[in-house]
């Protein structure tokens, strides 16, 4: 036997009470029961939303959701602005490629943010863009971006805004309708609290204007079929949804709203700022600039002379935790530490820990105890239940 942890951006750890509603009785989605489950999902992804936009819900993954967005927004040959700060950012650029649109890259060095203030001049200098797409928190690097100042530039122009929320919705503050999200992705298994399976969509005014004029063909991701189905007093998805999903879905909501969302945000930076000061104690570089927001997820430098390659391995084969590797460009060249969703100060100690024991195991030079003891600094300022 050997405990095992999971210590990453996606998928997350599973609150007790989640699983226990994943183990019910599978309901029939043509159900009343079903009607009921799928309207407080909606009024409860709207209160982690911050939005009184529509709320589509598929079974996909955080990808269909993405690929949903840009197939009701984007005509073959329609130009969109893609702001790319890491690997989702190259996603972005790929789903839009694929569907035919011509896209202008602003690619930033991983680790940095977006400037709202480029954002501006490529949509001055290109009046024909239609949507601008970006990450919220761009898992790859651990950055947050400006989504608030992206949105107010975004706003004073006919192109919509597509944001990419999938590992930070619910971990830092993103406030749809105020910071005027067009259209929201978003994911189960992040700071959800829920297994992989479900994406989400919330859709703006502005958002429906343009799919009315989208021709792009799509059947199962037509945003008009979903939300026809989802409006009134039966509710129900066009197609068969991810029932137990849904079920354990409203629980979680349950969980989130019984905490407090304000409360929930805060939880996660101080479980994020614990992370930090953790490595930093050890002599470790962050990869990403600092930032109090950044709440899902810690990317750490390998340190000179280390195997960056081995980290992960050892600290799931010997300690059963798992830690997220770099992906792409920085593959072997950092590890990420995830900290959103189900997440404790406990978590953040065995995740600290076991950076200890790996790196020490690797050849670095540790001090035992430093990076929980800083963390455990943190975890003294905290107002809130962590
Ligand atoms: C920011 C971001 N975008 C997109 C995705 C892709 O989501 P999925 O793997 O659920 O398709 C992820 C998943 O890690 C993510 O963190």
């Known amino acids: 036997m050997q405990k095992r942890f999971l210590i990453t951006p996606g998928p997350t750890p599973v609150p007790p009470e989640v699983l226990s509603a ?37 079974a996909a993954s955080g990808t269909g959701a993405m690929e949903a967005a840009v197939v009701n927004v984007v005509n073959p040959g329609d130009h969109v602005l893609v ?86 919705l619910g971990a830092s503050d993103l406030k749809t309708d105020e910071w005027k999200v067009d259209v929201c992705v978003a994911g189960s298994q992040k700071a959800l609290m829920v297994p992989p399976g479900l994406a989400y969509a919330a859709v703006s005014e502005k958002a429906w204007a343009v799919i009315a004029e989208c021709r792009t063909p799509r059947f199962y991701f037509d945003f008009v079929a979903m939300r026809k189905k989802m409006t009134g007093d039966s509710a129900q998805t066009p197609y068969t949804p991810a029932v137990s999903l849904m079920v354990a879905q409203n629980v979680a909501i349950d969980l989130i709203r019984e905490e407090g969302l304000q409360n929930v945000f805060e939880r996660h930076r101080v479980l ?4 930090r000061e953790g490595v930093k104690a050890l002599g470790l570089e962050l990869f990403a600039v600092e930032d109090p927001e950044a709440n899902s997820v810690t990317a ?80 003294m300022t905290s107002t809130v239940l962590l």
Not at 32 to 49: C, D, N, S, W
Not at 120 to 144: C, R, Y
Not at 272 to 275: E, L, Q, R, S, T
Not at 351 to 376: C, H, I, P, W
């Open 22 to 58: 994943l183990s019910e009785p599978v309901i029939h989605h043509r159900a009343p029961r079903f009607t009921e489950i799928l309207t407080q999902v909606v009024a409860g992804m709207k209160y982690v939303y911050q939005t009184e936009n529509d709320i589509m819900v598929y």
């Open 83 to 168: 702001a790319s700060v890491g690997n989702f950012g190259e996603r972005w650029k790929k789903l839009n490629a694929t569907w035919g649109a011509e896209v202008t890259a602003l690619d930033y060095a991983w680790g940095t943010k977006a400037e709202p203030a480029d954002i501006a001049k490529a949509l001055a200098a290109d009046p024909a863009i239609k949507a601008v797409f970006v990450q919220h928190s761009e898992t790859s690097t651990g950055v947050v971006n400006d989504v608030k100042a992206i949105g107010e530039i975004v706003a004073g122009t006919p192109a919509i805004l597509v944001v990419d929320a999938i590992s930070g």
């Open 272 to 275: 994020g700022k614990a992370a």
């Open 300 to 379: 750490v430098k390998v340190p000179e002379g280390v195997d960056g390659g081995k980290i992960g391995k050892i600290a799931r084969d010997k300690y059963g935790v798992w830690l997220a590797g770099g992906q792409g460009a920085v593959k072997g060249k950092i590890f990420r530490f995830g900290h959103c969703g189900y997440f404790g100060h406990s978590d953040i100690v065995v995740g600290l820990s076991t950076v200890e024991m790996v790196l020490a195991e690797l050849g670095y030079d540790v001090r035992f105890g430093a990076s929980v003891g800083a963390a455990e600094q943190v975890f």
